[in-house]
């Protein structure tokens, strides 16, 4: 049984995963559903990114040759569910113009190589940010880096591993010190963001939940 002691991310990690267990993250068919997925979750809900993940699968347009040769304005009516449609849409088309302009449509030459050098690679993508990018490196590319998104900020800062002055980075390096990046950690970042994504939408809402709460008898603050 996990010591209850310290809200330490090895700790956090333990207590969720005993309450928890595998999330099977992402929830994808494929490395080409992960991209756009990541994509398109990009402020919005999870539950509006799977609405128009399955306008594109029934349309059979879940393939990079596809949305490459689609019309705009006919794949910003399948991905209306994911708000901002308009704005994804034309990420979406860059995306796919720089898998072609530069690694021949092949995601999994984008994807291949260093971490480091291939998070830029991403990062040098109009519209994708730190957590679209690593989201992709993690869970399409089996690259070993933690993903920071808004539940992780602040489950961490209600327990007091953070504070407020955290920048993105700051946070993924205590996970990476914590849990050295390696190819046998890949599966273990991945849970532990799948974890942490679970427990935000049960426990570590805007306004906190702790009755029942996993991690609820380490030190909180929940008006945080």
């Not at 689609?70 to 901002?84: V, Y």
């Not at 933690?146 to 489950?155: E, H, N, S, W």
Request: charged share 25%; proline share 4%.
């Amino acid at each position: 049984m996990p010591h209850r002691e310290n809200a330490t991310l090895r700790n956090i990690y333990d207590l969720l995963w005993a309450e928890y267990g595998p999330q099977h993250w992402w929830p994808a068919d494929s490395a080409t559903e992960v991209i756009i997925g990541a994509i398109l979750t990009q402020n919005t809900a999870w539950k509006n990114v799977e609405h128009a993940i399955k306008n594109l699968k029934q349309a059979d347009y879940l393939s990079w040759l596809e949305i490459r040769n689609i019309e705009t304005d006919r794949l910003e009516k399948l991905l209306k569910p994911a708000g901002t449609y308009r704005i994804k849409a034309r990420r979406l088309k860059g995306f796919v113009e720089t898998l072609w302009k530069q690694w021949e449509g092949s995601h999994e030459s984008l994807l291949s190589g260093p971490t480091e050098e291939v998070r830029c690679r991403l990062l040098a993508i109009s519209g994708i940010g730190p957590e679209t990018a690593d989201a992709i490196l993690l869970y399409a590319g089996n690259h070993p880096i933690f993903v920071v998104d808004t539940y992780t900020k602040r489950i961490l800062r209600r327990h007091g591993v953070i504070d407020d002055s955290a920048t993105y980075g700051t946070i993924q390096s205590l996970f990476h010190q914590e849990l050295e990046p390696s190819a046998e950690n890949v599966q273990v970042f991945n849970e532990y963001h799948a974890l942490l994504v679970e427990l935000g939408k049960r426990h570590c809402r805007t306004k906190a939940i702790c009755t029942g709460c996993p991690l609820e008898d380490l030190p909180h603050k929940e008006q945080l």
